[in-house]
């Protein structure tokens, strides 16, 4: 079984910042982790994604602002949000893909609001 815990939203005033983290308890050997995020009436979208080797990529609205780290041994990814804006509101989801092809994870998610 693999279950993914995440921790960091909250509520934060535009231009702040937010450390979300996502932990993965399992044994599998994790490929890519990723956010997304999802807002009220929108649908989810990948906002940053990161490969064990490193290679990262991000969705155009957050480059620059945005930064996504992991630590294999931990099984754990990050992202860290600076200069964060009202339109990043959303419920930030992590995601991670295994060395089985067709496993797809998902975290419960957690809410980030900023306020203008």
């Known amino acids: 079984q693999v279950q993914l815990v995440e921790s960091g939203g909250g509520l934060v005033q535009a231009g702040g910042s937010l450390r979300l983290s996502c932990a993965a308890s399992t044994s599998i050997f994790i490929t890519t982790m990723g956010w997304y995020r999802q807002a009220p009436g929108k649908q989810r979208e990948l906002v940053a994604a990161i490969t064990r080797g490193g290679s990262t990529d991000y969705a155009d609205f957050v480059k620059g602002r945005f930064t996504i780290s992991r630590n294999n041994a931990k099984n754990t990814a990050y992202l860290q949000m600076n200069s964060l804006k009202p339109e990043d509101t959303a419920v930030y989801y992590c995601?991670?893909?295994?060395?089985?092809?067709?496993?797809?994870?998902w975290g419960q998610g957690t809410q980030v609001t900023v306020s203008s």
């Open positions: 995601n991670i893909k295994t060395s089985i092809v067709t496993d797809n994870y």
